[in-house]
């Protein structure tokens, strides 16, 4: 069954001037954010620093407002971003009614994990019940959710991985998918969507297929580390499209 949105979407497509703009929300991490590849730079001091690049305009939030103007032409789509690099669960509960309720959005995509997970097994707890915060928090104010899992980390460390620092993270990204940890949150959030009845993106899901269908996901990462390629966002987005439709 199609959620809300889409009805919505139509609404506002078939009659804009009774009907009011559509605004979509998506709450998450450098993901959602719309970072890419990480870079070591020179400082003044010359040490190294790291340059993340930023690209909103490839992020997962952007496809999904050009897919859905695409499907309704004549609705006003507004897209809130509130994607913080390096945020965690608790963080996005947080700041919510700083960064998105504001905004009153009809639909918010909530997509947390990749740096939950750095605390192990221990954060499992904390992350899912950050997960229920959020969601019951956007209930509150007549938002529609969803909640979709992040694509998995790399499964080895790339070789045009140079930097100590960062072959270090891959390292630990790698052990905590090998170890099953990641597994164990993504598997919390899938245990939260269900709990609060909300519709599931199991992006996650989604990777792990290609994985085991022989595919290098480690290659469609641009860090090679845990920021997924600008062509890979696009998966982010039809998927989401496809929640709301409800297939």
């Given amino acids: 069954m199609a959620m809300q949105i889409i009805d919505k979407l139509s609404a506002k497509n078939k009659d804009a001037f009774s009907n009011p703009p559509v605004t979509i929300g998506f709450l998450g991490d450098s993901v959602t954010n719309g970072c890419f590849e990480v870079q070591t730079v020179k400082n003044a001091s010359g040490g190294e620093d790291y340059h993340v690049v930023y690209e909103p305009e490839h992020s997962y939030s952007a496809h999904v407002r050009r897919i859905l103007s695409m499907l ?144 290098d996901i480690t290659e469609l990462l641009s860090n090679y580390i845990n920021h997924p390629t600008r062509e890979m966002t696009e998966l982010f987005a039809w998927s989401l499209v496809h929640t709301m439709f409800g297939v």
Wanted: charged content about 20%; glycine content about 10%; some cysteine.
């Fill in 72 to 215: 309704y032409p004549k609705a006003q789509i507004n897209i809130v971003n509130a994607g913080i690099s390096g945020d965690t669960a608790p963080g996005g509960l947080y700041r919510i009614d700083r960064d998105l309720l504001p905004f009153h959005p009809d639909l918010t995509v909530v997509c947390f994990g990749l740096n939950d997970s750095g605390l192990g097994d221990a954060g499992i707890e904390q992350y899912q019940n950050a997960l229920h915060g959020i969601i019951r928090r956007l209930k509150e104010t007549g938002s529609e959710v969803i909640l979709m899992t992040p694509q998995p980390v790399c499964t080895y460390v790339h070789n045009f991985v140079h930097d100590e620092y960062l072959r270090d993270l891959a390292k630990k990204f790698v052990d905590l998918s090998a170890s099953g940890s990641f597994d164990r949150y993504m598997n919390a959030a899938r245990e939260a969507a269900l709990q609060e009845q909300v519709p599931l993106c199991d992006v996650y899901a989604k990777w792990i297929a290609l994985y085991q269908g022989g595919v």
